[in-house]
């Protein structure tokens, strides 16, 4: 491929979920994917045990924050190939208009951030959702480059949502 695959994760806070799906496909990706995360309504800050369970799983986090998807709509912004949301709140929400026309699927997880308990109960919640990123994200990366040309990667990002 010529360039890497741009991946943008989204989600309503872009506090969990989209940041574990960031950090982990950069990660994996091996230079072969690029990938970001923004939110609706971000909360301006990344959860703590969002973080700590990527550090123990050895994912590098330097840099990694809560933004707005308003951010990748605009000029100048890099241009997506893929953009998958992973939680059902930013799925059903209007996006922006993505220059470039992506293709885009929904790869739905329950919220770690929802989970009531001690901070063990949490930080479990967050190690069990980085593990099922991690399923699908494998598979991802594994793929030959000709599934995630422009057009087929809508079809074979859509597949892997039943993973």
Same mark, same amino acid.
């Given at each position: 491929?010529?360039?890497?695959?741009?991946?943008?994760?989204?989600?309503?806070?872009?506090s969990?979920?989209?940041?574990?799906?960031?950090?982990?496909?950069?990660?994996?990706?091996?230079?072969?994917?690029?990938?970001?995360s +923004?939110?609706?309504?971000?909360?301006?800050?990344?959860?703590?045990?969002?973080? %700590?369970?990527?550090?123990?799983?050895?994912?590098?986090? *330097?840099?990694?924050?809560?933004?707005?998807?308003?951010?990748? *709509?605009?000029?100048?912004?890099?241009?997506?190939?893929?953009?998958?949301?992973?939680?059902?709140? +930013?799925?059903?929400?209007?996006?922006?208009?993505?220059?470039?026309?992506?293709?885009?699927?929904?790869?739905?997880y329950? &919220?770690?951030?929802?989970?009531?308990?001690?901070?063990?109960?949490?930080? *479990? *919640?967050?190690?069990?959702?980085?593990?099922?990123i991690?399923r699908?994200?494998?598979?991802?990366?594994?793929?030959? &480059?000709e599934?995630?040309?422009a057009?087929?990667? %809508?079809?074979?990002?859509?597949?892997?949502?039943?993973?």
């Amino acid at each position: 491929m010529s360039h890497p695959v741009n991946v943008l994760f989204l989600c309503t806070h872009n506090s969990a979920r989209s940041v574990l799906a960031e950090c982990l496909l950069n990660h994996l990706g091996s230079g072969r994917f690029r990938a970001f995360s +923004a939110g609706s309504q971000p909360s301006g800050k990344v959860n703590p045990f969002a973080l %700590q369970a990527l550090a123990e799983a050895g994912v590098d986090t *330097a840099g990694v924050r809560s933004k707005a998807w308003d951010e990748f *709509a605009v000029p100048g912004a890099p241009q997506m190939d893929l953009i998958i949301t992973v939680c059902d709140g +930013a799925a059903g929400e209007a996006c922006p208009v993505w220059p470039g026309h992506p293709a885009t699927a929904h790869w739905g997880y329950a &919220d770690p951030s929802a989970t009531s308990g001690d901070d063990a109960a949490k930080l *479990a *919640a967050f190690r069990d959702t980085l593990a099922l990123i991690r399923r699908r994200l494998d598979k991802l990366v594994a793929l030959p &480059d000709e599934r995630l040309q422009a057009p087929t990667l %809508q079809q074979t990002a859509r597949d892997l949502s039943a993973h």
